[in-house]
Structure formats: structure tokens, C-alpha cells
């Protein structure tokens, strides 16, 4: 049996969509929870719809408090072998979690993970069509080389969707309350705990990228956990993968990238934020330029590290 954690906040728009895409699904045996997190629209009325016409749908209605709050108030209940979540203004394409089962049980493995695809705020699942023949399935079980790849940004995405779990793995772990960038803070440590990883090149998960996300708005503070996460990420891998430091580095110079680049488009000049940056691009950004990263990312990253108002100015090329 798989749990499907669905947290919901605001998305009535969207909602039936995710539900239908899932409903819909080749494989039926699914304990599905939907955290109404506080939502002040409709949602918890079509959440308590759908769980009326389905008996495998479970409800639960929370005051807000986020979406790792939600997520983990699902994973607290989780009665499946494995689970999996969704992002509700996000859905599922067809037969993904039956292919994603059937390989974990194959493989005897503890994760698998699958390709996205991005779609716009106003396209339906009746718009997106992805042939998956052919898919090509990769085999992780040396920890070295699954960290590896994961701090890589290869075959194992750090976002929490995408992916079917064993819901033992949530045993001690749970997603950061009040962070934002929340699987940042914890993919990282499901990868270390998966004895086995198994990937594959399939389609399953589509990604709406909306107006109003962390993704597409101007700069926030909030941002800033992102980098934080990283940090935390680096001291992690510091101390149980040494050889993959660099990697781990490079990744807290990524996230100050996307950080800066950001500020400099919404003329964000706090000082004691861009001195924090200036710190961190001086410390662990030649690691950065030594990978084979893109071009302008390394040029910016460079910039940065001689001056964070140099990397401002650029940001608006970007």
C-alpha cells in the first residue's frame, strides 16, 4: 500500500485535478490523506467531497501552519508501506506510482524517484501528453555514490515529490516547521538512510508553476532558508562524506546565487544580508568555479566574491 500525503492550502482552482490525476491511477491500493492546512477557500469542502466518494481518502483539517507542518501531520499517519507526496496544485501522470511500486519491490528498494515536467498555471492533464517508452533505470546502493549523484543534482532531485519512499525512512525524520525551502533540510537525509535508490527516466510528475509560489515571486527573506539548509547539508556531508565536501559547497553557492540574483532584480540592498553573502561566496566559492557549472553561473559566482555589488548589478543580465 502507498500513503499519498496531499497537503492543500489555497488551491480550489486546482484541486480537482490533482485528485482526478490521482484517482485515476492503474494502481488502487492508496491511503490517501489530505492535509487541509487552515485553508480559507473551498478547499476543505472539496476535500471532504472527495473523501464522501472514496472510502481510501482520508481528511484532515489543521490550522495553517505550513506546508511541512501539513506534510508531516500526513507522514504521522501514514498507514503504507511506502509513501509519496503531492503538491496540490501539482498532479500525476498516468500509471507513474503502479511502475514506481512495482520497481521498488523488484529492486528491493528504498526510494525511487522519477523525471517532472513544468506546466502553466492555466494547462489541464488533458493538455500534456509524454510518451515514457524506452525509460532507462538506475541502480544506487554504494553510499558514497548515491550521495554523490544526489549533491550532483543527477538522477536523485532533492524536492520532496517525484519520489516514492519507504515510510520507514520517516521514522526519525521529519520536514523543518516554519522553513521555507523545507526539502532542502531533509532529502539529504533520506538519501543517506536508503540503503538502495533506484531511478528512472519516466515521466510521472507534472510541476504548475503559478504566480503566487516561492518559485516565481520576487525576493523574500524567506529565501534565505535555502542557504541555511545548505549550510546544514554541508555539515552533514562534512562529517560522513569527507571526499564530497566540494560538492556540498558548491551547492551553498548555488543557493546564494539564486539568492542574489533575486535581490538584485527586486533592489534589495539590506546590508547585513549581502555582508552574510559576501561571507559565504569568499569561503566556499572557488569550489564553485572549479566545477563544470554553467558559464554565466560560475561568472556570477565569481563576481560575487569580489564584490557582492559588482554580482547586484549583474544580476539584472541574468
Known sequence: MISVVIPVYKVEKFL????DTLLKQSYHDMDIILVDDGSPDS?????????????RIR???????????????????????YIT????????????????????GREGADMVSWRHIRCGED??????????????VRRFEDAQEKM???????????????????????????YPVGKYHEDVYTTYQLVH???????????????????????????????????????????????????????????VV???????????????????TLAMLQRLYRKYGIYYLRTKRSYKGRIFSFAAMLQIKLALWLAGMF
Open 123 to 136: 494547462q489541464t492533464p488533458e493538455d500534456i501528453f509524454i510518451s515514457n517508452e524506452g525509460g532507462i
Open 59 to 81: 481528511v484532515v483539517h489543521r490550522k495553517n501552519g505550513g506546508l511541512s507542518a501539513a506534510r508531516n501531520s500526513g507522514i504521522d499517519i501514514a498507514t503504507g508501506e
Open 148 to 174: 554523490k549523484y544526489f549533491l550532483a543534482g543527477q538522477e536523485i532531485g532533492t524536492v520532496a515529490w517525484g519520489k516514492l519512499y519507504r515510510t520507514a525512512l520517516f521514522s526519525d525524520i521529519r
Open 193 to 251: 538512510k536508503a540503503a538502495k535508490i533506484v531511478t528512472t527516466t519516466e515521466t510521472g510528475y507534472v510541476y504548475r508553476k503559478t504566480g503566487g509560489s516561492i518559485t516565481t515571486e520576487g525576493f523574500s527573506e524567506r529565501r534565505l532558508d535555502s542557504i541555511e539548509g545548505k549550510l546544514l547539508q554541508a555539515e552533514f556531508i562534512k562529517s560522513q562524506y569527507p571526499d564530497l565536501c566540494e560538492l556540498a559547497y558548491c551547492g
Open 85 to 104: 507526496f503531492i503538491d496540490s496544485d501539482d498532479f500525476l501522470l498516468p500509471g507513474i506510482l503502479e511502475h514506481a511500486v512495482e520497481l521498488a
Open 16 to 19: 480537482s485535478q490533482c485528485m
Open 43 to 55: 478547499c476543505g469542502a472539496i476535500c471532504d467531497e472527495y473523501a464522501r466518494r472514496d472510502a
Open 254 to 272: 548555488y543557493s546564494c546565487n539564486q539568492c542574489l540574483i533575486q535581490m538584485g532584480k527586486s533592489h534589495y540592498r539590506k546590508a547585513e
